[in-house]
């Protein structure tokens, strides 16, 4: 079963916009991961926030955890066209092989 | 350095047929993962591995079997295709190394079972 839910399934915006992708997960977690999928591709990592941080930046790109909720959300600055892509949230435990749970992922369209 | 490469990039099946998907990777990476990815849905993990020579069962595993004979390689089979597994199958590899270690990810294998 997927860990959680991300929100908005689709989201469009002009350029220059921001925009917010949130994920809701279920289970305690060691780390929390955003990956971006472009069409016909696959999954590219963008930053990964431990468990004990409450947000990491990284370029236009910043990213908040809340343990307390089980939520985070990614806010990408000043799109850009390329942005263009399916983000996703992925939940790691405190396990030893590394493995994954991943939302449904957020689709997000930048318009020029 | 060609990462995590994927093979076929397509392909198409009768019910009942057999197939092998190939994952490569060039990194030195101990763990290997296998996933699929319908539409709506994120991904779902099919089997997993830690290590050469050993496999482990992830949350959609039935009608799959996997192998690990080499550390840079990671084989899906599909005994005997059904149409429910139309789908599109990821790898992925990552260091063992610490907690923190991102996975990197081919880019899929397009099957479709008739």
């Known amino acids: 079963s997927q860990q959680g839910e991300e929100d908005p399934q689709a989201l469009s915006i002009q350029e220059g916009e921001n925009a917010t992708m949130n994920c809701s997960y279920k289970t305690s977690i060691n780390n929390l991961q955003w990956y971006r999928q472009n069409s016909g591709r696959g999954l590219v990592h963008l930053i990964l926030?431990?468990?004990?941080?409450r947000e990491k930046h990284s370029g236009r790109l910043r990213v908040t955890l809340d343990t307390s909720k089980k939520s985070s959300s990614l806010l990408i600055t000043a799109s850009r066209a390329a942005d263009t892509a399916s983000y996703f949230c992925?939940?790691?435990?405190?396990?030893?092989?590394?493995?994954?749970?991943f939302g449904q992922g957020t689709t997000l369209q930048v318009k020029p | 350095n060609a990462g995590v490469t994927q093979t076929p990039k397509f392909r198409v099946l009768k019910t009942g047929q057999s197939m092998t998907l190939l994952c490569a990777q060039d990194?030195?990476?101990?763990?290997m993962y296998w996933y699929r990815q319908d539409p709506g849905m994120g991904l779902r993990l099919i089997h997993y591995s830690v290590g050469e020579g050993t496999t482990a069962k992830g949350e959609v595993p039935d009608g799959y079997n996997v192998s690990r004979l080499k550390k840079q390689n990671f084989l899906l089979g599909l005994e005997s295709a059904a149409p429910s597994q139309t789908s599109v199958y990821f790898c992925?590899?990552?260091?063992?190394?610490?907690?923190?270690?991102?996975?990197?990810f081919g880019d899929g294998t397009r099957l479709s079972i008739l």
């Open positions: 926030i431990r468990s004990n941080e």
């Open positions: 990194m030195n990476h101990e763990y």
């Open positions: 992925a939940t790691a435990g405190s396990g030893n092989t590394g493995k994954l749970i």
């Open positions: 992925a590899s990552r260091l063992r190394r610490g907690s923190y270690q991102p996975q990197h």
